[in-house]
């Protein structure tokens, strides 16, 4: 069974596995991993039936430890150009390249890497592994295995995400809710609209109502000045509606997202959008106009505050060798894992710059450099 991080690194890029989907494949090679060095997994089915977390312990059960986080999906290939097979590892002129090389399987394959390293140790402090589903269309896996942690192991004394930050600890990011609202209003010939309602109609006057909304935060606050922007943040990213120009539309989708600074709840942004949404549709439903809406979250994480833990914060400098980053532009499961209670810091290989990208790809310097932070982590917790 492979062992080094470059070749677990390929093994995990052969699993096309894709948010929405089953992930059973790249799910059972971990546990089979895991189960290959003496290691129990639990494996813990989300309420999609197809798809799993996987949680893990090395360690002693009854003291806190710290969480290893990352997510087993990838986002697709579809409409990049790729100098290689995405989902066979390639080395580039030294680029390690392939699909979820740098977000986030490269600190997946450490981990992997690192387990009989911890088995080795004599921990007196545990480390869990905790691999994710889902966590490219909103963190929506990593959820149920955060309701379980009470009954996995005592409360951990951190949490590290290990999204690529280049080995620098990072302390913040805002927070996010993506919400689409469907407008159905009732089709007519163009010639004759008060047959009809028109369903753009009311989208346009919440488009201009998101607009403003956006620009009073930006004028008003509450603002972070650790980010930029400094302020929250909500724009209208979609609408679509309409067929014809001869028919009055009777649908119209509109999906706006938020972003929020830690201290504000992005559903706090969203409730006044909604709020505006409910007065909209009061007011044709007491004109009689057959008009409604209905919405639905798309996707939502909460935002990462710097954690108080000052000592944690230094641990994560001295392990990683990177000073401590105050805050990120991309949104992570950390803010998950520390509304949960756990202290939850954003450090690992290789730069989200090169995410979501073709021909992604990680260096094996940036594999060593992850390898050294586990290595030293070991040590801490055997000490
Ligand atoms: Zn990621």
């Known amino acids: 069974m492979a062992h080094s991080a470059e070749a677990l690194l390929a093994d995990l890029v052969g699993f096309n596995v894709l948010p929405g989907a089953a992930n059973g494949t790249i799910a059972d090679y971990v546990r089979n991993y895991l189960a290959g060095h003496g290691v129990d997994c639990a494996v813990l089915p989300g309420p999609e039936g197809d798809r799993v977390n996987l949680f893990a312990t090395i360690g002693p059960k009854d003291v806190p430890g710290y969480v290893l986080s990352g997510h087993m999906d990838v986002v697709p290939v579809e409409g990049q150009v790729w100098t290689a097979d995405p989902f066979r590892l390639t080395d580039l002129g030294g680029r390690l390249t392939g699909?979820?090389?740098?977000?986030?399987?490269?600190?997946?394959?450490?981990?992997?890497?690192?387990?009989?390293?911890?088995?080795?140790?004599?921990?007196?402090?545990?480390?869990?592994?905790?691999?994710?589903?889902?966590e490219e269309i909103g963190c929506r896996g990593v959820p149920h295995m955060i309701a379980e942690l009470p009954e996995l192991c005592v409360p951990p004394a951190g949490c590290i995400v290990g999204e690529p930050s280049d080995m620098r600890p990072?302390?913040?990011?805002?927070?996010?809710?993506?919400?689409?609202?469907?407008?159905?209003?009732?089709?007519?010939?163009?010639?004759?609209?008060?047959?009809?309602?028109?369903?753009?109609?009311?989208?346009?006057?919440?488009?201009?109502?998101?607009?403003?909304?956006?620009?009073?935060?930006?004028?008003?606050?509450?603002?972070?000045?650790?980010?930029?922007?400094?302020?929250?943040?909500?724009v209208a990213g979609i609408v679509s509606g309409g067929s014809a120009v001869n028919i009055i539309p009777d649908l119209c989708r509109l999906a706006f997202e938020v972003r929020s600074v830690p201290g504000a709840a992005p559903q706090d942004v969203s409730?006044?959008?909604?709020?505006?949404?409910?007065?909209?549709?009061?007011?044709?439903?007491?004109?009689?106009?057959?008009?409604?809406?209905?919405?639905?979250?798309?996707?939502?994480?909460?935002?990462?505050?710097?954690?108080?833990d000052a000592g944690f914060i230094a641990l994560m400098e001295r392990l990683s060798g990177g000073e401590a980053i105050q805050s990120v532009s991309y949104g992570t499961e950390a803010g998950l894992f520390q509304a949960a209670?756990?202290?939850?810091?954003?450090?690992?290989?290789?730069?989200?710059?090169?995410?979501?990208?073709?021909?992604?790809?990680?260096?094996?310097?940036?594999?060593?450099?992850?390898?050294?932070?586990?290595?030293?982590?070991?040590?801490?917790?055997?000490?």
């Not at 450490?110 to 911890?118: D, E, K, N, R």
């Not at 939502?300 to 505050?305: D, H, I, K, V």
């Not at 995410?355 to 450099?369: F, M, S, V």
């Open 170 to 234: 990072v302390l913040s990011h805002k927070g996010k809710q993506a919400v689409e609202i469907t407008f159905t209003g009732k089709a007519a010939h163009s010639s004759q609209p008060a047959l009809g309602e028109n369903a753009l109609y009311p989208a346009a006057e919440l488009l201009l109502f998101i607009r403003d909304l956006s620009a009073k935060m930006e004028a008003e606050g509450p603002f972070d000045a650790r980010f930029s922007p400094p302020s929250s943040t909500v």
């Open 271 to 308: 409730a006044k959008v909604l709020a505006k949404l409910d007065a909209l549709m009061a007011q044709a439903q007491a004109e009689g106009r057959a008009l409604s809406a209905s919405w639905q979250e798309l996707a939502s994480y909460p935002a990462l505050a710097p954690t108080p």
């Open 99 to 134: 699909r979820g090389a740098t977000d986030m399987k490269g600190f997946l394959a450490c981990v992997l890497a690192a387990v009989p390293l911890f088995k080795a140790a004599s921990l007196k402090r545990p480390v869990h592994i905790a691999f994710s589903y889902d």
């Open 341 to 383: 209670g756990v202290p939850s810091i954003i450090c690992g290989p290789g730069s989200i710059t090169r995410a979501h990208r073709p021909d992604e790809y990680i260096l094996r310097e940036e594999l060593a450099a992850c390898m050294a932070m586990l290595e030293r982590l070991a040590a801490e917790l055997a000490g």
